[in-house]
């Protein structure tokens, strides 16, 4: 089973600032990794499938690099919307994996 | 619009079944790989199990061998057999549509409520 590690945990930020979040995975994964966010009570939404391709609506200020086993989150400036809990998830091989999350929370 | 609906969640004692069921609309079953991901009270996500028809069914370690998943295509609409439940079991579980033959997950259910508990 291939493991995810997210970090940091928390990540305590301003509105307007730059959140950067990591994946690194225990073996590679190629270009395999997704991003989700999710909500207090919601069910998860996809941001990034693939390492870089932002789904559907997704705005512009999410991008989404790396590959093997270093992935990064990037929020350019982050928006009232943005603090909620994020989670990679590779699909490089079966059983599908997730990482532990890290929440961005209001400074 | 793409729109998936679970039922089935219940409160069960520890060694009790209960079937999970996920219906979809806006799209066919047989097109996407369907899966399960759960999420225990204040805990990360955990992917269970996927059916694709023709014969792509995976476990996680945790419920293989206790879960089972089928789907009925003319009903558009999957299932999750859970046997042997356990405590560890509780949790939201999540119906996904995967993008294609994916597990590129582009839609969620609401989720349903199992709570395994004496």
């Known amino acids: 089973e291939i493991v995810l590690t997210q970090s940091p945990a928390t990540l305590s930020l301003s509105p307007g600032e730059r959140a950067t979040l990591s994946c690194r995975a225990s073996?590679?994964?190629?270009?395999?990794l997704a991003w989700y966010q999710q909500k207090p009570g919601q069910a998860p939404r996809l941001l990034i499938s693939?390492?870089?391709n932002r789904a559907t609506g997704i705005p512009a200020r999410f991008s989404g690099s790396g590959s093997g086993t270093d992935f990064t989150l990037t929020i350019s400036s982050l928006e009232p919307e943005d603090f909620a809990f994020y989670y990679c998830?590779?699909?490089?091989?079966?059983?599908?994996?997730f990482g532990g999350g890290t929440k961005v929370e209001i400074k | 619009e793409v729109i998936l609906v679970e039922t089935g969640g219940d409160l069960i004692h520890p060694g009790g079944s209960l079937r999970l069921s996920c219906t979809g609309s806006g799209f066919s079953v047989s097109d996407n790989y369907m899966s399960w991901v759960r999420q225990a009270p204040g805990k990360g996500l955990e992917w269970v199990s996927v059916?694709?028809?023709?014969?792509?069914?995976y476990y996680a370690d945790s419920v293989r061998g206790r879960f089972t998943i089928s789907g009925d295509i003319s009903k558009n609409t999957v299932y999750l057999q859970m046997n042997s439940l356990r405590a560890e079991d509780t949790a939201v579980y999540y119906c996904?549509?995967?993008?294609?033959?994916?597990?590129?997950?582009?839609?969620w259910g609401q989720g349903t409520l199992v709570t395994v508990s004496s």
């Open positions: 073996q590679s994964v190629s270009s395999y």
């Open positions: 996904t549509k995967g993008r294609g033959r994916t597990s590129i997950y582009d839609y």
């Open positions: 059916f694709y028809p023709g014969g792509t069914i």
């Open positions: 693939d390492a870089s």
């Open positions: 998830q590779q699909r490089s091989t079966w059983a599908l994996t």
